[in-house]
């Protein structure tokens, strides 16, 4: 048996900053199923730092990352984790409601432009005028560098003395005199608090736990790359429906594109499916000038959503030392820095991080689903 003071169960972008900040108060065992960290959603993620995506708790904790995404620590990273990426939400009249609705709910949070028929066609020259009639442009979005965040986050916890066990399965998890017995590969960690960041399959590990599931969603998304010939992509912004029903964004000589699609899945090594890139591709091509006639790559991730489409992070109120850190969604890579600094305070019994106040805390913590 191994005495540490909080195990962490599973080492994608959740678990891997949960550790970092953990790390700073106690011992640390970080401990991932798959031989490699991120292999399933932190390892797919097209992430983009964006303040006016979603709304309430989760625009809130992404504007609670914002220092550290801007500024890391100097040995986090040896490089920008953000690029200037602006986003361009892109309507035909029948959604001009929805560009209302986006303007209500960033309320003076961040910076939108209203962009007209020709304007969308200057910021995005594939666009079609004829088609899309506004836009709402969102210049200070930028794109973060998920590998570097990851890894700096990998890095600073094992400096920090954490114990990583990749390709290591938790099998068994038990509370026993006040403390928990996590077996791990043939390893028995012992520690007074279990960090649950599994993903897709936080719910199972909290079955092996004797918790009872939260009912979390893992939602399947495909992704694929193309080309656009005859297209400059220099200053391109990312474009995304109103509605969200497909985006694209520029990578270098190619674009990125999805159908923004979300398929209920079990949790698993999730797969592309044709039927979505083909959709994607039908409806990208109806606004722009592009003729896709192939794709380079396709690829699909996993993102879990909690029954109210909020994060979940907090002690669970049925079991004594056991912490939610799961329900990240689409927008776990932005909100990681504020929800791994407010775990570590939780489980610390320290003050809460700056950004985040006790309401936003009871808004995310797991037993408003009790």
């Known amino acids: 048996m191994e005495r540490v003071d909080v195990v962490v169960v599973g080492a994608g972008i959740a678990g891997a900053s949960a550790a970092y900040e953990l790390a700073a108060h106690g ?6 199923r798959e031989p490699v960290a991120g292999y399933h959603t932190t390892g797919r993620s097209a992430a983009l730092y964006t303040e ?95 590998h570097a965040l990851h890894q700096g986050y ?41 960090v649950d960041a599994a993903g897709a399959w936080a719910d199972e590990v909290a079955v092996l736990a004797d918790v009872e599931p939260l009912g979390l969603t893992p939602l399947r ?36 594109g999805s159908l923004a699609d979300e398929t209920p899945s079990e949790p698993c090594d999730a797969r592309p499916e044709e039927i979505d890139v083909a959709l994607a591709i039908e409806r990208i091509t109806a606004v722009t000038d592009f003729t896709i006639r192939s794709v380079r790559r396709t690829w699909a991730g996993l993102r879990t959503f909690s029954p109210d489409r909020l994060p979940v992070v907090g002690f669970e109120p049925t079991a004594d030392g056991f912490l939610w850190l799961a329900g990240q969604g689409g927008f776990g890579i932005m909100t990681a820095p504020a929800m791994a600094r407010l775990a570590a305070a939780i489980v610390a019994g320290g003050p809460l991080p700056d950004g985040i106040d006790p309401d936003l805390a009871a808004a995310v913590a797991p037993g408003r689903l009790r």
Do not use: N
Request: net charge negative; charged share 30%; with cysteine.
């Open 27 to 32: 011992d640390v065992a970080l401990v991932e």
């Open 52 to 146: 006016s995506y979603e709304k309430g708790p989760v625009q809130l904790l992404t504007l609670a990352s914002g220092p550290f995404l801007r500024d890391p620590p100097d040995d986090f990273v040896d490089h920008p984790l953000l690029t200037p990426l602006p986003v361009l939400y892109v309507a035909t009249a029948a959604q001009l409601e929805t560009l209302d609705r986006i303007v209500a709910e960033v309320a003076g949070r961040t910076e939108l432009r209203r962009l007209g028929g020709e304007e969308l066609h200057q910021a995005c020259p594939a666009l079609d005028p004829t088609r899309l009639v506004a836009g709402l442009l969102e210049p200070a979005a930028h794109e973060i560098d998920v």
């Open 154 to 194: 990998l890095r600073g916890a094992r400096r920090r003395g954490t114990a990583t066990l990749l390709d290591t399965a938790v099998t068994a998890l038990r509370r026993r005199d006040r403390r928990w017995e996590v077996r791990a590969g043939e390893t028995v960690l012992v520690a007074d608090v279990v």
């Open 221 to 256: 998304r495909t992704a694929f790359t193309f080309g656009a010939e005859g297209h400059d992509l220099t200053g391109w912004p990312m474009v995304v429906d109103a509605d969200e029903r497909f985006y694209f964004k520029p990578e270098r000589d190619q674009l990125m």
